[in-house]
């Protein structure tokens, strides 16, 4: 495991001490955990992205095509999905 070293304020740093206190966990555990899935988000999002610029860049009516695909996928949802 690699060793980072990182300067938090001191109001967050009380956070995650009670945090760590409620939950029994070391406060090193819950900054990997979130650390682990702010990266997991943020690659998805530039992913997301990459995709919408390539989209776009294939046809001009891509943007019409990005959001009709978005629309017949919520229409689908609301079908398919008994709440």
């Known amino acids: 495991m ?4 990182i300067n938090i304020q ?3 740093d009380s956070r995650l ?3 760590a206190e409620v939950t029994g966990e070391p406060k090193s555990l819950l900054i990997r955990e ?3 899935r702010y990266v ?3 690659e998805q999002e530039l992913i997301v ?3 919408r610029q390539y989209a776009e860049a294939l046809s001009p009516q891509s943007g019409e095509f990005i959001e009709e695909s978005a629309s017949h996928v919520d229409d689908v949802l609301e079908r398919d ?3």
């Not at 690699?2 to 070293?5: E, Y």
Request: charged share 30%; hydrophobic share 35%.
């Open 49 to 51: 992205e990459q995709i």
């Open 40 to 42: 997991t988000t943020r």
């Open 81 to 83: 999905t008994q709440w």
């Open 34 to 36: 979130a650390v682990a």
């Open 10 to 12: 001191e109001r967050l």
């Open 17 to 19: 001490s009670r945090l």
């Open 2 to 5: 690699k060793d980072i070293h």
